[in-house]
């Protein structure tokens, strides 16, 4: 596989289908990749056997073990789990035959506890004042001045 430096976001962080991401140095900085471009490439892996039925991922955690150079990161996904309205996943790294992240993430069906539609997470709003608030869930506000 032939890796391309200057990438877009999306093609930064989107693995082919055999699970290859290039990982060009346009994108790397302090000996590897930035963390952020890691993330969405695990979330983008996992969603490939996870985001089903019009589940979207809610949650990831993903552990950084090592370094990752730019050439081929080879992603591995599973769907741990399916239920009736959640769904796990997991995606393993590896680079040059050694582990590079793991990540985990769930899945959920749109619809929150109280049986109603689940909010926007990423849902920006202004506040009447003028400043900027983020709404992360119904009952949470964080302001940011």
Known sequence: MTVTT???F?????????????VGGSWTGFGGAFGGVLVAAAARSMDTVAATDGRTLR???VDLQGAVAPGVLELDPS???SGRTVSFASVGARQAGRE??????????????AGGAASDHAGVTLATDGRTAVVGHPTQVHVID
């Open 59 to 61: 949650s990831i955690h």
């Open 79 to 81: 769907l741990d789990r």
């Open 10 to 22: 999306d093609e930064a962080t989107t693995p082919d289908a055999a699970g290859a991401l290039p």
């Open 100 to 113: 590079r992240f793991c990540a985990t993430g769930i899945y959920g069906d749109g619809v929150d506890a």
């Open 6 to 8: 200057h990438l877009g």
